[in-house]
């Protein structure tokens, strides 16, 4: 099983949904045979690279009511990632772009695999949410990458370069075709969606739909007329 | 979508069940998108290639009261072809081993495909039940079996030889892996069993089913805190 996770690494409602589906695979019977993957998705391409504004300042202008407003919301979304044992200061946290760090993502999946991709997912959030640091920032996306195993040298080329920038874009084209408005949106074998940051109790219901579709007993419609060893029911 | 057909030459419910299955196929409205294929089914693998009694006499000795009792079993389950526009004449049928049958059965589908496979499986039935021919004998299986547009040379080369024979046990033995008592033996797509000669509507109920199933449009579960181009639900 494969289970694509469209997130974004700023995305208060993603760290807190990916806490839930862990906490639904730890308690899933099949966990060694599903894998997790990471798919980019930006909420706001605009964020510049050096930060201009605090989160809740940026809170504050979009949605109005201005800085106060956007430290209430803050409030808000901090308690909920408490209760998943996440610690989020975001009072402290910049509006920063993207998406470098969604091309290293890319690189962590098709260099290291999964598990690696994994490992540098949670890294970014953590620097972001917990440590409120620039992920946008080179320095800080070297930094972290590295910390979560990826090579030093390709973390820079990359960086330096172009590379997975289109696949970024294919994976926000990916869940706009699936229909997904917002993020986190999960995927299980292309086959089942989750729509948001659900509780845990949702995705073990999808967990253990999707391993019996790929695992299927037959489906029998028994008792109609038919010849076996003993003879025809004649 | 696959439907694959466990069944016997020489099996009554299985040619009435391969017109139920046709007429559901034929108001199917993506039957162009389905393959049926035939797989092997021995009923009575002790059977002669030369017969030494008629299906009556086997019935009756069978399953006791004699040729009478045979004949009454016969005259039931042709009542039944009937109304499905098939003539059976069984009681002028013999008992005969049907594995040469199967063999080119398998033939036909190696090197015809599905569809030359059932020609042959259609031209046989129609051998057995409606011309009470012998399907063991080798000069009336080549003659079906060119009819149905097998070559000539390869059906003389797999009756002289054992080919196939592995494949006619191997069928046998993935019908009793997914329980199959008898039959005929409906699979669709590996996923869905009916078993025996079902009525029409229940075959068209399973391939609308497998079809939902093949083609998906991802089952959602909507709602969850999500964070979206407009901001996160805080």
Redesign the interface.
């Known amino acids: 099983m494969i289970i694509e996770v469209w997130s974004?690494v700023v995305?208060?409602?993603?760290y807190?949904?990916k806490r839930r589906l862990e906490k639904a695979l730890a308690a899933f019977p099949h966990a060694d045979d599903v894998e997790v993957v990471w798919r980019s998705y930006q909420?706001d391409a605009g964020a510049p690279v050096t930060p201009t504004e605090t989160v809740a300042e940026s809170?504050g202008r979009?949605?109005g009511g201005g800085e106060a407003a956007g430290r209430r919301?803050?409030d808000?979304?901090e308690a909920?990632a408490a209760e998943e044992g996440l610690v989020y200061r975001l009072h402290q946290a910049q509006r920063a772009n993207t998406v470098d760090a969604h091309r290293l993502l890319h690189l962590a999946l098709a260099e290291g695999g999964p598990v690696r991709q994994g490992a540098l997912k949670e890294a970014l959030l953590a620097a972001y949410f917990t440590e409120a640091r620039n992920v946008a920032d080179h320095a800080v996306l070297r930094a972290v990458a590295t910390s979560a195993g990826l090579a030093a040298d390709r973390v820079d080329a990359v960086l330096a370069g172009e590379e997975y920038r289109d696949e970024v874009w294919a994976d926000i084209e990916q869940a706009q075709a699936?229909?997904a408005?917002?993020?986190?949106?999960f995927?299980v074998d292309?086959?089942?969606?989750?729509?948001?940051?659900?509780p845990v109790e949702?995705f073990t219901q999808?967990l253990e739909r999707a391993w019996a579709d790929t695992h299927?007993v037959?489906?029998?419609?028994?008792?109609?007329?038919?010849?076996?060893?003993d003879?025809?029911?004649?």
Do not use: T
């Open positions: 974004d995305c208060p409602w993603c807190i949904g909420l809170l979009k949605y919301m803050i808000n979304v909920v699936f229909g408005g917002g993020v986190p949106f995927v292309r086959k089942y969606g989750v729509s948001g940051a659900q949702v999808v299927p037959l489906e029998m419609v028994p008792g109609g007329d038919a010849c076996g060893p003879g025809c029911e004649v």
